[in-house]
């Protein structure tokens, strides 16, 4: 397996500074890329952020260990630089297909032949973009969950191109950064987690917007049923609303008239779920 | 509401016949009708078994709760015997429109005005059986799920003829026998329950029958990120096999191609769920 001791970065919004920061809470050398100092003074305050949050929530992070993670992350915003070092690339740029192709283009040039790439993307498919790399035996999706220090899980999905052994190196890498790797054996649209989750959720919002049910109901069902401690708007408190709308606001018909559900009863009045105190439910302590 | 003491159930199946051991155990008076001495005879049996199950999984029910059940049912193959006393019947028969309207139309003339019809249907609406009842306004669906004694929840679902009198009586009977009444509001095909579960289900199989990823990774994927205790895998094997193949092998052909790879995969081969001792994973101790 290869071995990685420096990764960077592309993009810092929401999920990529996550990415960078669990990396380098591990004890990776992280490069942060963003395309200007607007994107990376931004970023430079959701880093410190970060530090906070896993001082109050990760065991251990507190007495030095979150704080010791900001000084292993160099801000860049050329991009030539940001890859001349890396062991791996994870791309975390917005989901345009277009973009994405753009700037695998530029960084096939631009990165050591050494470097393996990984897209976060959550709604392409790695092989739509794996030509673009220039590298595509060296290039696979490694998806992750937000509040990555929580919802640990990052699945791994390669393309018929991608090299067994590079496929094995990112499983062992999503693990050394605390990660539990998700294996998939073959391409598949939404992965494992939202192929199942998102249509799940599809499915009880349906039922309260059609009025069947209220959503208490319907958890209960569930709970019971299944012997699970949350129901489906329980979970949608949890992932939050705003992830849901724009899956859905993004796919058919049918989820996108759940997302105006969602929007206009929900996310327009504030209620995001449990982070923003209210969702479905409500949570004072937050 | 209407005063519910006598319950007579059509139909002795395997959920017929725990339908009518609960509501017996629960001290209502139950008269248990199947059409001949071969399917009373298999009805006898059932009830001698669930006293026993219940001895042994319900708290309470050892040392002659579980037996005086068995003296509350009377067996009966006259269907206007059947129903000359009841309170309320709940219909069990096989899942046939044409065999279930039949009855309808039978027991609409045979059972006092008084009496309230419901309908444990899966795959039917209530609103393709009201007429044939003869008292629409006195009829609705009451769905329980197998392993009453355990899966306790029992879906209440009316027809838009259905009297709100007679909805609340039901909803009351439900309690009343033990179970966790789910109100729904409207008529919605598969209830809330199999709304929510069979397609999670189903996308479950789909990712093992395609490939993408085996039970184990599923399930871990499933537990962790909506911090349940069971992936969709244990829950199916908890469920039962055939019951989702039967749900699944009646609907369209997506889902019959799914039905198609539980049998050959797990069902022909004895896997049934946790019940048979293996499903998806294994349960020496059954």
Redesign the interface.
């Known amino acids: 397996m290869t071995r990685i001791a420096t990764v960077t970065i592309l993009g810092t919004g929401v999920l990529g500074a996550q990415i960078a920061y669990q990396a380098a809470y591990s004890g990776f050398d992280v490069v942060a890329y963003d395309i200007n100092e607007t994107a990376l003074a931004a970023a430079r305050k959701r880093f410190v952020k970060l530090a906070a949050t896993y001082e109050e929530q990760v065991k251990g992070a507190a007495g030095g260990k979150a704080d010791a993670a900001l000084k292993r992350i160099t801000l860049q915003m050329d991009l030539g630089r940001a890859v001349a070092a890396a062991d791996l690339v994870i791309e975390a740029v917005p989901e345009n297909l277009e973009l994405k192709r753009e700037i695998y283009r530029k960084i096939g040039q631009l990165a050591p032949a050494k470097t393996i790439f990984a897209t976060n993307t959550s709604t392409l498919l790695p092989s739509e973009l794996m030509e673009s790399t220039g590298r595509p035996e060296r290039f696979l999706a490694l998806h992750f969950?937000n509040q990555i220090w929580i919802?640990?899980?990052a699945?791994v999905m390669g393309t018929p191109k991608t090299d067994p052994d590079v496929y094995r190196t990112i499983v062992a890498f999503a693990s050394a950064i605390g990660m539990?790797p998700?294996?998939?054996?073959?391409e598949?649209p939404k992965y494992?987690?939202n192929?199942?989750?998102t249509?799940?959720l599809d499915?009880?919002v349906?039922?309260l917007a059609?009025?069947?049910?209220?959503s208490e109901?319907?958890d209960?069902?569930?709970r019971?049923?299944?012997?699970?401690?949350?129901g489906?708007f329980q979970?949608l408190d949890?992932v939050g609303l705003r992830t849901v709308y724009n899956i859905d606001a993004a796919v058919n018909e049918k989820q996108q008239r759940l997302a105006r559900y969602l929007k206009e009863n929900y996310i327009d009045k504030g209620k995001l779920g449990a982070e923003s105190g209210e969702g479905f439910y409500s949570y004072p302590s937050k």
């Open positions: 969950a919802q640990n899980t699945e539990i998700i294996e998939l054996k073959k598949h494992v987690l192929s199942l989750l249509p799940f499915d009880a349906e039922l059609n009025g069947v049910a209220d109901t319907v209960k069902t569930w019971i049923a299944t012997r699970s401690s949350l489906p979970i949890m």
